[in-house]
């Protein structure tokens, strides 16, 4: 039978005849009882009968060859793989090169074949693609798959953005103004000359190694804002907000520990506790459907709708609470069925329309009983009266404020409203508020 043989022209690179030790030759035979090691024969001493030990003449054996074709019938496998070394040992694209080394092809058909067979051969794509699914299904064990921060956004000098970015210059991978800047001032009147004594020498090498440990301080904190990906503010702040409240809050407070885990090992510790909130929920309706006496997920969804259904019912009854501060007025009441009634249909609600009756602006938000109340002080009382916010609302709103200023050194009123979606007009007096009250500082 036959058998594929070495691809290599070095006859050197093959083993010798086992009978006359010359280097073999395709084709050449091979024993398929004896060895290992295996026991090769050229031609000549194959039809001689040679026997040697336990071999013998009338073993089974293979021929061995390469001269037989495998992606295209004109050329056989030892011309497949001495194409595949000359454009190793060439470089890619050299096609003139690589034809004077192989000596029977030309330099188009070797441009056409390998571009054919080996760049666009749909058969070697699918197999690079079962091998990248393979290596990802390596990683699907992890809690999240790691990858190193994109390249950052290259903004104008002086602009809003290069700004957020705190002046980085991704072309020079440095910041305007460095971690601690002028630390090179210590060392612009040094000067070492020939007749310092000793301890003046040692004096001016222990400003120089304080200078080196600066630097190395400064090299860390900038190798720490590139692995966690902390230059392009933004799209970091967008990836914290896709958690849930509670790890978000986990996230800030672990973030000071995050210098000193790494970033693949904080990843994952956010990642798992995110899992585990996410089990701790579903657990916690599980119980809940148990505690209801439902055994199966039909009749889960049908109290999910259920329920569903009775917390916007409840939530119509509280807002039919609000008519009644109304209803001396009657055309502020029909004013506000209405806009319920644009909101129940799906539609954008109706700007309120001025009474002709020349009705009093809406009286201040009566606060006794509501939550959260107890946690204000008199001027926040006053503004959530005023503005007709719940308590509870406006601490949610506080909170998010305090943390956004904290962590942008400042904030602006268009950054509050980004992130309160509410009535422009109470945002304005809820930030007002904050920056009068000494809560955040404008940016």
Known sequence: ?????????????????????SYLMEPYIKCAECGPPPFFLCLQCFTRGFEYKKHQSDHTYEIMTSDFPVLDPSWTAQEEMALLEAVMDCGFGNWQDVANQMCTKTKEECEKH????FINNPLFASTL???????????????????????????????????????YMPARADFI???DNYAEWDLRDIDFVEDDSDILHALKMAVVDIYHSRLKERQRRKKIIRDHGLINLKKFQLMERRYPKEVQDLYETMRRFARIVGPVEHDKFIESHALEFELRREIKRLQEYRIAGITNFCSARTYDHLKKTREEERLKRTMLSEVLQYIQDSSACQQWLRRQADIDSGLSPSIPVASNSGR???????????PGTEKLNEKEKELCQMVRLVPGAYLE??????????????????QARALIKIDVNKTRKIYDFLIREGYITKA
């Not at 070495?6 to 030790?21: A, E, H, I, L």
């Not at 699907?140 to 705190?166: E, G, K, N, Q």
């Not at 009093?360 to 509501?370: F, M, V, W, Y």
């Not at 709103?397 to 268009?414: M, P, T, V």
């Open 129 to 167: 693609l079962n091998l990248k699914q393979a290596e990802e299904a390596k990683t699907a064990d992890s809690a999240i798959p790691f990858h190193s921060t994109d390249d950052p956004p290259r903004p104008t000098f002086d602009s809003l953005l290069s700004r957020d970015m705190a002046g």
């Open 360 to 370: 009093r602006s809406a009286p201040p938000l009566n606060l006794t009983g509501l």
């Open 114 to 117: 390998y571009m054919k067979h």
């Open 397 to 414: 709103y506080k909170s998010a404020l305090l943390n956004e200023c904290n962590k942008q050194g400042g904030l602006r009123l268009a």
């Open 177 to 179: 103004e460095e971690f």
């Open 1 to 21: 039978m036959d058998r594929l043989g070495s691809f290599s022209n070095d006859p050197s690179d093959k083993p010798p005849c086992r009978g006359c030790s």
